[in-house]
């Protein structure tokens, strides 16, 4: 069974960083999308960035390989760290970024994160149970 297991959250003021990771057994991440998502208390759950997997096809799809949401562009990096663990670096962070983040896997093979649904979430087939980011002012 793929398990996947979120680390690195904690209590962190504005303007610092954080650096957290997705890691699995098991499974070889390398091959198919992973995707980071956040929930704050009382929101509904959203992506935050999206990883294409390194199998992608690229005369078949427009792939850049990396996506976010507009809110983390230019302060949060997601990249593969090996072939079974994910990281997601959060410079810049501010109170709005507090949540519960959680990461996710696409099941089939070598895909873009271009081709999934529009926040990600519909086509994701495997959840971490998350860790909790929270950034004071």
């Known amino acids: 069974q793929v398990q996947l297991v979120e680390s690195g959250g904690g209590l962190v003021q504005s303007g610092g960083s954080l650096r957290l990771t997705c890691a699995t057994s098991g499974y070889t991440l390398d091959y198919y999308a992973v995707a980071w998502f956040r929930q704050a208390p009382g929101k509904e759950r959203e992506g935050v960035a999206c990883i294409s997997s390194s199998e992608v096809v690229s005369d078949v799809v427009d792939d850049r390989g990396t996506y976010y949401v507009d809110s983390v562009k230019g302060r949060f990096t997601i990249s593969r760290h090996n072939s079974n663990t994910i990281t997601l670096q959060m410079n810049s962070l501010k109170p709005e970024d507090t949540g519960t983040y959680y990461c996710?896997?696409?099941?089939?093979?070598?895909?873009?994160?271009?081709?999934?649904?529009?926040?990600?979430?519909?086509?994701?087939?495997?959840w971490g149970k998350g860790t909790l980011v929270t950034v004071s002012s």
């Open positions: 996710a896997a696409d099941p089939r093979f070598g895909r873009s994160c271009s081709v999934l649904s529009p926040d990600w979430s519909d086509d994701m087939g495997y």
